[in-house]
């Protein structure tokens, strides 16, 4: 009887161990998969939308510098040079914005990005102006420039520097989920694993 009551405690002991290294073994692979989809997340998603937003930004800042030295060149030929990367600038431009159209997410993000489109068409005509009148030697194309296209062009950059604001927060704190999630993997495991430590132990001990 006694026999049978000790193996009946040993096997149970040992059931139990097994069932709570099996419960660590499947929280451990749930929260892991979960970090990983936060992270996987900040890579695919967070990161590329700021690499967008920088592309728009710098292609709006070398067009401005574009636009300049076609106003301040004398020669044709060199106008025509510089031309041909101010519109690049502004195919690049173009580019950046159709893609993260297509990935925003939050309604901050959309509010901005409307925004955004909207200046985008106030800007733009007034900045193909000033380039019309520059290749023409337009005698009021500094005071155009001066007075309304980087007027413009200002506001539209103080917006994309609240779109880039936007993700890096957004970068932040899927960072800080995904570290508290670590943190709080490995303190379940830490616990769970001391349980099935001092059970094993128990086991050897009064078994």
Known sequence: MFADNVKFSLGAGFALVLALMLALALVGLHQMAAINERLEGIVGN???????????????RERAISMHTIVVLEDGFEK???????????????????KLEQMVSSEQEKLVLAQISNL?????????????????????????????????????????????????????????????????TRLLMLILGAVAAFLSIGIAIFV
């Open 46 to 60: 967070n990161n590329v939308k700021t690499d967008l937003a920088t592309v728009m930004r710098d292609s709006l």
């Open 120 to 184: 985008t068409l106030i800007t733009q005509p007034v900045v193909l102006k000033t380039i019309e009148f520059a290749m023409e030697h337009n005698p009021a194309t500094l005071d155009l420039m001066q007075n309304e296209t980087i007027p413009a062009q200002k506001r539209l950059l103080r917006e994309l520097d609240e779109l880039l604001k936007l993700q890096r927060e957004a970068t932040h704190a899927a960072a800080e989920e995904a570290a508290a999630a670590y943190r709080e």
């Open 80 to 98: 025509d040079s510089e031309l041909m990367h101010f519109y690049e600038y502004g195919g690049n431009y173009a580019v950046a914005r159709q």
